[in-house]
């Protein structure tokens, strides 16, 4: 048996901790700035955003460690010759929220929506809802994967629902092989989770017990492009080698996720991915970073990571065959924005992502040369009890967004409704309501 004196014990640990340190981010730090929340928005898309906004500093690369614990990184920048330190721990939305509340986070990174009673509880700080606070960061497409060989490529939210609770469990049920489904879902910490429960599940199906839970966006594509009967759902950005399928809300048309379905949230499984913070009391660091986020360079990081982002492009769309012979000739010499503006309270005040939105649409036409003279705004309703109705409230919502760029100093744009058809969801319901109520935006072929 080898023996150490003392001295040598010593530096024989010394050396060991030396190595460590390479690998990892030394303990006992305090971090300048600390993100909580979501595994999708955590695992890639929150580091590199930190990136991004350490690299702007022009300062010096950026390191990124681990801490000795899964799911989190420590990012170090340099800042007046000083390491600038940032925590992103991804272990569920809802993990995040817990982190805001007690004041050990100062940017809470959400793939859901704050929720009633969250805003309630945080209310003796910020308000959740207001502009200050909430920040939605990018859009990205809840997708559904089964096993590259399986012949099923569309569903509709009600046979999905089904699926996972267990309704249906053999694909030959559904036109497919005569084979048991296997599921695979997110964990309850997920807002992945939350949101496929809110638009798929909702309260009439409960989640089969057998279903593979997963912490991971990745891990569980990965699981489920090797299993022949899988089927599960994740972000976007992580299909990977699973196939995608379509999805269709209702007698709506089935829809993959796309850069224009998802952007203009016609995909109905489309989501907004949020930051939230504190408002007035958010550290100056944090504010710096979320502007970031928010902006031109912060929004090209997020198309990079594989998710949408909010930068406006013109599409010239695939119209189907349901698409009303009026409204191809109205638009047969634009292209269609991938921005929707849609509306909080009420029918037509604009919500907080659409504030935004209209500036980034004055920022479109200022770097594209356009005027307020190649745009078109149509107005959507949801379904109403005469279609007189629903073709003022439609045309009311194009006036309301109208009106808004009028304050941009972009004036006169034409605009027009359409009534409630052309629905992209189910008429009832909150989710229908809200993603058929909208303004498109389209632009003049140049």
Known sequence: MLKFRPLQLQSALLGVLCLFSVFSAPSGYAEDMEIHGSNTIGAKLAPMLVEGFLNSNEQGPVRILGNGKDNEKVLIGDKNGSPLRVLVAAHGSSTGFRALEAQTADVWASSRPVKPAEVQRMS?????????????????????????????????????????????????????????????????????????KSLVLGKQYPLHPSA???????????????????????????????????????????????????????????????????????????????????????????????????????????????????????????????????????????????????????????????????LLLIGFADQQTDELRAQMISELRALSVRKALSDLNIHKVSHTGYGHDMPVGTYGGETGQQRNGRVEVWVRDS
């Open 212 to 374: 593979r839970r997963y912490e991971s966006n990745d891990q569980l594509s990965d699981s489920v492009s090797v299993d022949q009967g899988g089927i599960g759902f994740s972000g976007l950005a992580s299909v990977r080698k699973s196939k995608l399928l379509a999805i269709a809300d209702g007698e709506a048309p089935a829809l993959k996720p796309s850069r224009l379905t998802v952007a203009s949230e016609d995909y109905p499984l489309s989501r907004r991915l949020f930051m939230y913070t504190s408002g007035g009391a958010t550290a100056t660091l944090a504010k710096d970073f979320v502007d970031f986020v928010l902006g031109a360079e912060g929004q090209a990081i997020v198309s990079e990571s594989g998710f949408v982002s909010q930068n406006p492009l013109a599409v010239k769309p695939d119209l189907g065959d349901s698409v009303p012979a009026t409204f191809r000739l109205l638009t047969q010499n634009y292209s269609r924005l991938t921005v929707n503006f849609r509306f909080s309270e009420g029918r037509t005040r604009l919500d907080n992502k659409a504030q935004r939105d209209l500036k980034r649409l004055a920022e479109f036409l200022n770097r594209e040369n356009r005027t307020a003279d190649d």
């Open 124 to 196: 003796v700080h910020a308000d959740l809802k207001g502009l200050e606070s909430e920040h939605v960061i990018a859009i990205d497409g809840l997708a559904v994967l089964v096993h590259p060989s399986n012949p099923i490529n569309q569903l509709d939210t009600d046979t999905l629902a089904r699926i996972f609770s267990g309704e249906i469990s053999n694909w030959s049920e559904i036109g497919g092989a005569d084979q048991p489904i296997n599921l695979y879902a997110r964990d309850d910490r997920s807002g992945t989770w939350d949101t496929f």
